[in-house]
């Protein structure tokens, strides 16, 4: 009872902390600059529960839910309290995708690199069909909570089936949200594939657990099983029994279905699916063989034939770099560390966060190892995703999904380090270890997934400025943005032609936007330039123009022949620049 009431504290505390946070003092740092003292209470009084419910007697489900529940709603779920409207430009654009599938009921390939992976845009439109709700804004602006709760079986299932005791498991699903900084939660494709991607591996790790030939047939099966139980003698014990052929058939379908909707979804999770159930295979964790190579082929066959429209037209993009791994990495990383002084600190955060998660998953398996405790299906699960590195860079993003694919392993291996096999809690001065580790990785984890608040927030005045600029501006016309950071899209997503003159990145040495670089795009029929106060913020903490460049390139060419300022609120200003054939 007594810890039920510090969860409702901590949930109440926390949420009143966000309720009272003034969004404009969120500076190039982010939310731990506005955040009140009361908040960080609040996450400690919830890390004390967990812990407090894990070091019980008698292991009791339900209250270590609560805890992890709790623990969800105040460190993920800032954003929809406190700003009220999704976050990141790009959950606008996702919602104007499945406006525009839902309407058309057709997908257009040639219009966009995602109609080419509709699976999770059809499923929204299928919500909208289904419920009669055609404005999904409200879902897109609590999908960060939504999608973590849902995470919470899968993650729980899948921490079962890697660890020895299940408060083992409790420990590393409660790490997992400690540490899941990526921000990938949001209304996306690739939150729902790695959803699925947990389930998939939870119900395979469940239920299809083994080897998939007979150990002894061969020198190579008789090497492999013999490695494995040196390195990890509770491999072959590990798993649930195996189900009924009827009940396993089943499971089998709806893993199939589950890769499938994935490969569907997503360009890059189904590629990052191959090598863990690779692995798993190779170590008797997998008696399906058809499935690694079902999800290859799936993944593939895909990219080159379903989505041929985007691989024929982007080959020296997806193959361009294959092999540069420095490029992947060093010059991934080199590239992040830019901009202002106040982001350039919480990439170092980050990668702080990151070393720090990885060498205690190390040490969590090499402990495990002298213990002749679980650690071999962790650490291959963990390590099998950074065999995408050679692949391509992803946009620059690919270290930050293959942290996220890594992450469910390497929490359940990080724990090792201060919780013992047995069952029972695990005593008070590991407990209390456990609170500290805890402690810093919430407090780094505040300033790492909300460092960029300040630009990845929208404000009112911002969607009702889009508001008016769709109202005005002629279907078919050109509409820019200055910086590629806007809440737009999410309606009209075939009806004009977007255009940004810089993208939302750092620029180190960049010199001043120009007029001229509106006026080429305007000069035949005109155009419509937005610049709203969430590109200034995002121009400011990226460093992508010079400090204050686009007030300068407001006026400036505000007042230029061929402009007229359309209109203008606390969010931003429209203008209307003339073209040759358009004099109005």
């Not at 620059?396 to 380090?417: D, H, I, K, N, Q």
């Not at 990145?505 to 509106?518: I, K, N, T, V």
């Not at 029929?525 to 200034?536: D, F, P, R």
Request: aromatic share 10%; charged share 10%; hydrophobic share 50%.
């Amino acid at each position: 009872m007594t810890l039920a009431a510090l969860a409702a504290a901590a949930l109440a505390l926390g949420i009143w902390s966000l309720l009272s946070v003034d969004p404009a003092q969120i500076g190039g740092t982010g939310l731990v600059e506005a955040v009140p003292p009361t908040f960080f209470v609040a996450i400690f009084l919830s890390l004390t529960g967990f812990v407090a419910t894990l070091n019980l007697r008698r292991h009791t489900p339900a209250l270590l839910a609560t805890q992890v529940l709790v623990l969800v709603v105040i460190l993920h779920s800032a954003d929809p309290i406190i700003h009220g409207l999704p976050r990141l430009e790009a959950s606008y654009r996702h919602l104007g995708i499945a406006d525009y599938i839902a309407q058309n009921g057709q997908l257009d390939t040639n219009l966009d690199a995602y109609f080419n992976w509709p699976g999770f845009f059809d499923l929204l439109g299928l919500l909208s069909g289904a419920t009669g709700v055609r404005d999904l804004m409200g879902i897109a602006t609590w999908a960060p909570l939504g999608i973590n709760l849902l995470l919470l079986a899968p993650l729980l299932a899948l921490a079962r089936r890697l660890t020895s005791q299940p408060r083992q498991a409790w420990a590393g699903v409660w790490l997992f949200y400690l540490t899941s900084w990526v921000g990938q939660d949001y209304l996306a494709p690739q939150a729902y594939a790695f959803l699925l991607l947990v389930t998939l591996l939870a119900c395979l790790l469940s239920a299809f657990s083994g080897w998939a030939w007979p150990t002894g047939s061969n020198r190579f099966t008789r090497f492999l099983a013999r490695s494995v139980t040196r390195l990890d003698p509770t491999v072959p014990h590990q798993g649930m029994s195996s189900p009924p052929p009827v009940d396993a058939a089943i499971l089998l379908i709806i893993s199939v279905g589950l890769l499938l909707a994935m490969t569907a979804s997503h360009q890059l999770t189904p590629f990052a699916a191959i090598p863990i159930l690779a692995v798993f295979l190779l170590s008797g964790r997998l008696r399906t063989p058809s499935l690694p190579v079902l999800a290859f082929v799936l993944a593939f066959g895909w990219l080159v034939f379903v989505a041929r429209d985007f691989f024929d037209g982007h080959l020296t993009q997806l193959f361009g770099s294959f092999g540069d791994v420095e490029a992947h990495t060093l010059g991934a990383v080199s590239q992040r560390v830019a901009g202002s002084d106040p982001h350039v600190l919480v990439v170092y955060i980050r990668l702080a966060e990151v070393a720090l998660v990885w060498i205690l998953a190390a040490a969590g398996a090499f402990l495990a190892h002298r213990r002749r405790a679980a650690w071999l299906t962790a650490a291959l699960g963990a390590l099998a995703p950074l065999l995408l590195v050679p692949g391509q860079a992803y946009g620059g993003e690919l270290l930050l999904r293959l942290y996220l694919f890594s992450l469910p392993f390497a929490a359940c291996l990080a724990v090792l380090t201060l919780m013992p096999d047995r069952r029972g809690g695990p005593g008070w001065r590991r407990a209390l270890a456990l609170l500290a580790m805890g402690s810093v990785l919430a407090t780094a984890t505040v300033v790492t997934r909300y460092g960029n608040d300040s630009m990845e927030k929208f404000t009112p005045d911002e969607v009702a400025l889009v508001n008016q600029l769709y109202a005005t501006a002629p279907q078919g016309s050109i509409l820019i943005e200055a910086v590629r950071n806007s809440p737009w899209q999410f309606q009209k997503y075939a009806d004009y032609d977007y255009r940004a003159l810089l993208a939302a990145q750092p620029r180190p040495g960049a010199a001043p936007l120009s007029c001229e670089s509106a006026n080429r795009i305007a000069q035949q029929s005109g155009a419509y330039l937005i610049v709203t106060t969430s590109q200034k913020r995002a121009a400011d903490l990226l460093e992508t123009t010079p400090p204050g460049d686009l007030d300068h390139f407001i006026a400036t060419c505000g007042s230029s022949p061929g402009w007229t300022k359309m209109f203008e609120n606390a969010g931003g200003v429209v203008f209307h620049i003339q073209g040759a054939g358009n004099g109005n």
